[in-house]
């Protein structure tokens, strides 16, 4: 899960970890609505995928 989660992170919201850096520039991002969207619907397909 944490590969998939890692990867979507990466690729769709250009991010480069989920690790907490402590430092806000490096912590928080702008992200628009499409990315966020497109995001989100990656994970459900992952999730869907992991249940067959």
Known sequence: MN???DRIARDILDLE???ERGS???DFHDIS???LKKALEAA???GRKATR
């Open 24 to 26: 806000d520039s490096l």
């Open 44 to 46: 459900y397909d992952a």
């Open 33 to 35: 609505v499409w990315q």
């Open 3 to 5: 590969k998939t989660i």
């Open 17 to 19: 970890t989920l690790e």
